[in-house]
């Protein structure tokens, strides 16, 4: 089973402040997800990178993908407290495209402090 | 239009007894997963359905698992004899076919086993 570690575990900023987490595994993954999960809801899709090298960006979010695609960050700029949340990322297993099973980590629960 | 929804949206059990959780997927969908989400780990990969059949069942933790899914659409995932450690949030998700299509997912349904 591939496994995704997620950094830190536990984040606490104040509005306006950046932050970046972390998504590391020792094997490689063919695409990797970002989702953010709210209390009593069921995570939220972000975003999907599939290339190595990749970066993509999502308003005040970007996301990269690792060259060797085994590892993902996640850059917040100018925090909000709507940002609040854990943010999970998932791992597609297998060869990619005809494969279904996500590796999900533990996540970074995110708190921004108005 | 309707997203995933899933009942109860809480399940409070005895130990020993069984206990079914529902999954309406969105209309169209043909693939659907369940995970289970427990304290402070990630999402538990527990079984995917394409359609009515479900190639791959290996994420569930035990026989007292099981789970079906009839007509293309409703899912019902059955534990029986419940244990303590089975105490957690089982979260639903529906795609449109396998592979690397975004997955929706429910709200879950959070289990206590007393």
């Known amino acids: 089973t591939q496994l995704l570690e997620q950094s830190p575990q536990f984040l606490s900023i104040q509005e306006g402040e950046n932050l970046t987490v972390y998504c590391n595994s020792s094997s490689v993954f063919s695409s990797l997800q970002w989702y953010r999960q709210e209390p009593g809801e069921g995570p939220v899709l972000l975003v999907t990178?599939?290339?190595?090298?990749e970066v993509k960006k999502l308003k005040r979010l970007t996301f990269q993908f690792g060259d060797a695609r085994k590892d993902s960050s996640l850059h917040i700029t100018a925090a909000q407290p709507g940002d609040t949340g854990l943010y999970l990322c998932a791992g597609e297993e297998g060869s990619g495209g005809s494969n279904y099973k996500l590796t999900f980590g533990k996540g970074t629960l995110l708190t921004v402090n108005p | 239009g309707a997203g995933v929804s899933q009942s109860p949206s809480n399940k409070v059990t005895e130990k020993g007894k069984d206990v079914e959780l529902r999954c309406d997927p969105i209309s169209g969908h043909t693939a659907l997963y369940w995970y289970r989400q427990s304290l402070g780990q990630g999402l538990e990969f527990l079984i995917y359905f394409q359609g009515n059949s479900a190639p791959d069942k290996s994420g569930l933790p035990s026989d007292r698992f099981s789970a079906e899914r009839t007509g293309g659409s409703v899912s019902t995932l059955t534990i029986q004899r419940t244990q303590q450690e089975d105490s957690a949030v089982y979260l639903c998700a529906s795609s449109h076919r396998g592979g690397l299509y975004e997955q929706y997912f429910g709200p879950g349904t959070r289990l206590t086993v007393t």
């Open positions: 990178v599939v290339t190595g090298g």
